[in-house]
């Protein structure tokens, strides 16, 4: 049975990497590694901050497991055992990985995939003035697909601004929360105008009733709303996509069956990332391979990455390779 260890690593963000909620200069991720004595498995993790998660206690929560991992716990079982976020997800890539070493086939194999192909993933623009996501954008305009960070009040202009410097991209935003104070429909009217083709959780989590009777120009998509198969109830009628995150779903399977329910009840999918390394993103692309749009661009924005992290060319991100993970 596995044996498992875990620790917190810090990884300095190239820049400033900022949203309506704040700027981040680094990002604590939750480390996780499961060995049977001859395979290991590793996993990674990263808090949900903004549900008062931390690093420190996402290590203590996997901690906490380790007793249960021994006795032969399985992935099914963690759906119990713990609670969505970072610890379950990194235990649970743990798992995924050492299963596939095990078995000597990868986890696109397991769960019955076709081979993985690169995939467009969005680059993200950070909240900032209108001339400076003009020059973020500008910087980018060779990438496809623009990912830009809103905040509210302004951000017409922010995006008439991106849309000047970056003529060709195609473009998608992410308001956090931002427009709870706004009229969402005419925002969506006017940013329609710069053929924002998605706009991501304009209202605060837990007031999607804000968006009752809305008529948006722009598809919406579920974030901060959206964690597990439980929250699809609060989204059917109010948004047409969702943004699967693996810490928020509490793992690759906990997301998978999200993946399934949200399609039956005919919802578009989205993957997306928090800040991480190429190991939190690679159980993630199993995700992205069945969607729409990806958003698994964590590993651009860090200073340095993992050994064998993933390649990125031109806009597509390369399939996680055997010695990083699956």
């Known amino acids: ?30 480390s996780v590694t499961l060995t049977d004595g001859r395979h290991q498995g590793h996993g990674e993790g990263t808090a949900i901050y903004y549900h008062g998660d931390s690093a420190e206690a996402a290590l203590a929560t996997a901690q906490s497991a380790a007793p249960a991992l021994a006795a032969g716990a399985t992935r099914a079982d963690l759906l119990t055992l713990l609670p969505p976020g970072a610890a379950r997800n990194a235990i649970d890539a743990a798992l995924w990985d050492l299963e596939a070493k095990q078995s ?13 192909r690169p995939l467009l993933t969005a680059y993200t623009i950070s909240l900032g003035t209108p001339a400076a996501m003009a020059a973020a954008a500008h910087a980018a305009r060779h990438r496809e697909l623009l990912k830009l960070k809103l ?11 991106v849309r000047a ?13 931002a427009w709870g104070a706004l009229d969402i429909e005419a925002e969506t009217h006017a940013l329609a105008a710069f053929h924002v083709e998605l706009i991501e959780q304009p209202v605060p989590a837990g007031q999607d009733h804000l968006l009752d009777g809305v008529r ?3 598809p919406l998509a579920a974030d901060e709303s959206c964690h597990t198969r439980e929250s699809l109830d609060a989204i059917v009628g109010r948004y047409r996509f969702i943004n699967i995150k693996l810490d928020k779903a509490g793992g690759l399977t906990e997301a998978l069956a999200l993946l399934h329910a949200a399609k039956q009840r005919g919802l578009g999918v989205m993957t997306g990332c928090m ?14 391979m069945q969607g729409s749009h990806a958003d698994l661009d964590g590993p651009l924005l860090l ?12 806009s597509d991100v390369e399939p996680p390779t055997v010695e990083l993970w699956g």
């Open 275 to 288: 800040l991480s390394t190429s190991l939190g993103i690679a159980p993630a692309f199993m995700i992205a």
């Open 104 to 116: 000597g086939h990868r986890v696109w194999q397991l769960l019955g995939l076709p081979r993985p």
């Open 151 to 161: 905040g509210g009040e302004g951000d017409r202009d922010r995006v008439s601004a």
């Open 216 to 218: 948006p120009a722009i």
């Open 303 to 314: 200073a340095t990455d993992r050994p064998h992290g993933l390649r990125f060319s031109g």
């Open 165 to 177: 410097a970056a003529p060709d991209a195609r473009l998608i935003a992410d308001a956090n929360e």
């Open 1 to 30: 049975m596995p044996i498992l260890s875990a620790r917190i690593d810090r990884f300095a963000t190239k820049a400033a990497f900022t949203i309506s909620r704040g700027a981040k200069h680094h990002v604590d991720v939750l």
